[in-house]
């Protein structure tokens, strides 16, 4: 019996400061200029554009936000208007997937147990696996210290605030008040930022910006309609 061809499947991690764009079986890395200006409706005409005559069967979205029932839910903080009701799949022409970008990285990035994601970039991402279950969280937006949240002091505003070592410090403390709360047996710092963490905490590894493509192909090969049920703990590779 002939194996059904490979799904050829375009991801885009949806940033503050770029649209990062991959197609499985390509080792090229489309990136888009991205603002507070971006709409939905220019981030696709944009990415269309950007992959040209390119052949793809289904599309998965990083989003930088809240994602219920595989939609935007909420407008995002460092974007344009009009993602929240957005019909992407119109838009694209093909059957898409959205998740949160920060879950997206984090199902690329998993190897099983209790893992905690967290994604210092424009701001701040985090999302939790547990036995293959991927569940985004939005903690940016908690108070931590002084009438500011976690993103306040983690986030790319955060650094240019207090600087690399007032930064750094930050990081490893939030870092460490959510492993107390949330007993991972494994976390993993990505997003733009973390290369300027340094060494890290025992029991934390660095992530790579990458991961978010092999998480968006998982979308398809192993997630089912409703995310977060039942992603299985396996690493297929983007290919």
């Not at 990136?31 to 944009?46: G, N």
Request: hydrophobic residues 40%; proline residues 5%.
């Amino acid at each position: 019996m002939t194996p059904a061809p490979a799904l050829k499947i375009l991801v885009i991690d949806v940033g503050g400061t770029h649209v990062k764009v991959a197609l499985t079986g390509r080792a090229e890395i489309w990136k888009i200029p991205s603002s507070d200006k971006l709409t939905a409706r220019r981030m696709v005409r944009d990415v269309r554009r950007a992959v040209g005559g390119e052949k793809y069967d289904v599309v998965s979205i990083g989003y930088p936000g809240v994602v219920i029932h595989g939609r935007p839910a909420i407008e995002p903080f460092n974007l344009g208007d009009g993602w929240a009701r957005f019909d992407f799949g119109k838009a694209f022409g093909k059957p898409v997937r959205v998740i949160n970008d920060a879950a997206m990285q984090a199902l690329g990035s998993y190897r099983g147990g209790r893992m905690l994601f967290l994604g210092v970039g424009t701001g701040l991402g985090s999302a939790m696996i547990v036995d293959g279950t991927v569940q985004a969280m939005e903690l940016a937006h908690l108070p931590f210290k002084n009438g500011k949240t976690y993103e306040d002091y983690a986030g790319k505003r955060g650094r240019r605030r207090l600087g690399d070592r007032k930064w750094r410090k930050n990081v490893f403390e939030i870092l460490a008040c959510l492993r107390d709360a949330l007993e991972p047996d494994d976390v993993v710092i990505g997003g733009g930022n973390a290369e300027h963490l340094g060494a890290l905490p025992s029991g934390v590894r660095l992530g790579s910006n990458a991961n978010a493509f092999v998480g968006g192909a998982r979308l398809w090969r192993l997630g089912k309609d409703e995310l977060g049920r039942a992603v299985k703990p396996r690493r297929p590779a983007v290919a």
